[in-house]
């Protein structure tokens, strides 16, 4: 598996080639009502490798305060209104503009958590004023504490969940037991994130993300191979599982 660290070394030169495509589109617009632009997503992170049929560079901008411009009056029409972005095409490359008003430490609090983590990890291109390079430190003061409450939280549902497992159990619907303990594994994936300061991705690349974290099981990518096997009528591999995620999994946390 090429992990985070693989692709960026990887894709290291034509990262630096989109940045620069990225920069040099930035001067071509208006940015009279514009208080900050963000890059965000694979790009930002350094592992954006297009498909065959093409990426987008993802970018966060934010409005000035009271100001009602719109991303048609800046950007032109959205060339692909079926994706929920305002997407354009600027020499041979797609950008995907989530556009808004600017976001305030209050404002970050009401995000959902896949956006929380996706701010945090973009990088500033335009901040004229300085205002949003202040702003994030309220957002991740706050961030910090947040992710200490949630990990707590987390735990307890996991918890939880696998108290339940003597329910199952006497009607022997194993496959339930394995699709429960999948849900603790999945939350106990979300906890990992909070244990190293940081709110978890949405699902679809939670576990892949996960492996580039500091503090993690250990022989995590061996353990994580051994947790997702299952019979999933079996009830002697729920327990094997199950005892592996208590013991290994858990433990860290």
């Given at each position: 598996?090429?992990?985070?660290?693989?692709?960026?070394?990887?894709?290291?030169?034509?990262?630096?080639?989109?940045?620069?495509h990225a920069?040099?589109?930035?001067k071509?617009?208006?940015?009279?009502?514009i208080?900050?632009i963000?890059?965000?997503?694979?790009?930002?992170r350094?592992?954006?490798f297009?498909?065959?049929?093409?990426?987008?560079?993802?970018l966060?901008?934010?409005?000035?305060?009271?100001?009602?411009?719109?991303?048609?009056k800046?950007?032109?029409?959205?060339q692909?209104?079926?994706i929920?972005y305002?997407?354009i095409?600027?020499?041979?490359?797609?950008?995907a503009?989530l556009?808004g008003?600017?976001?305030?430490?209050?404002k970050?609090r009401k995000?959902e958590?896949?956006?929380?983590?996706a701010?945090?990890?973009s990088?500033i291109?335009?901040?004229e004023?300085?205002k949003?390079?202040?702003?994030?430190?309220?957002?991740?003061?706050?961030?910090?504490?947040?992710?200490?409450?949630?990990?707590?939280?987390?735990?307890?549902?996991?918890q939880?969940?696998?108290?339940?497992?003597?329910?199952?159990?006497?009607?022997?619907a194993?496959?339930?037991m394995?699709?429960?303990l999948?849900?603790?594994?999945?939350?106990?994936?979300?906890?990992l994130?909070?244990k190293n300061?940081?709110?978890?991705p949405?699902?679809?690349r939670?576990?892949?993300?996960?492996?580039?974290l500091?503090?993690?099981?250990e022989?995590?990518?061996?353990?994580?191979?051994?947790?997702?096997?299952?019979?999933i009528?079996?009830?002697?591999d729920?327990?094997?599982r199950k005892?592996?995620?208590t013991?290994?999994?858990m433990?860290v946390?």
């Amino acid at each position: 598996m090429y992990k985070l660290l693989d692709m960026k070394e990887r894709q290291k030169e034509y990262i630096s080639k989109i940045k620069k495509h990225a920069a040099k589109y930035l001067k071509t617009i208006d940015k009279t009502e514009i208080e900050t632009i963000l890059l965000s997503g694979s790009v930002s992170r350094g592992d954006y490798f297009p498909s065959e049929k093409g990426g987008m560079i993802d970018l966060i901008v934010m409005r000035k305060e009271n100001s009602k411009i719109t991303a048609e009056k800046i950007f032109g029409k959205d060339q692909d209104p079926y994706i929920p972005y305002h997407c354009i095409k600027w020499n041979g490359e797609w950008f995907a503009i989530l556009f808004g008003d600017f976001i305030t430490s209050q404002k970050f609090r009401k995000t959902e958590e896949a956006r929380k983590y996706a701010l945090l990890e973009s990088q500033i291109l335009y901040d004229e004023s300085g205002k949003y390079k202040e702003e994030l430190a309220s957002i991740e003061s706050f961030a910090k504490e947040e992710q200490k409450k949630e990990l707590e939280v987390e735990k307890n549902y996991i918890q939880y969940v696998l108290s339940k497992e003597k329910r199952w159990e006497i009607r022997e619907a194993y496959s339930q037991m394995h699709q429960n303990l999948n849900t603790a594994i999945n939350q106990g994936i979300r906890c990992l994130y909070y244990k190293n300061n940081k709110y978890a991705p949405a699902e679809d690349r939670r576990l892949y993300y996960s492996y580039e974290l500091d503090q993690l099981p250990e022989n995590y990518e061996a353990l994580m191979i051994k947790l997702m096997r299952q019979e999933i009528d079996s009830k002697k591999d729920y327990e094997r599982r199950k005892k592996l995620f208590t013991d290994s999994f858990m433990a860290v946390l």
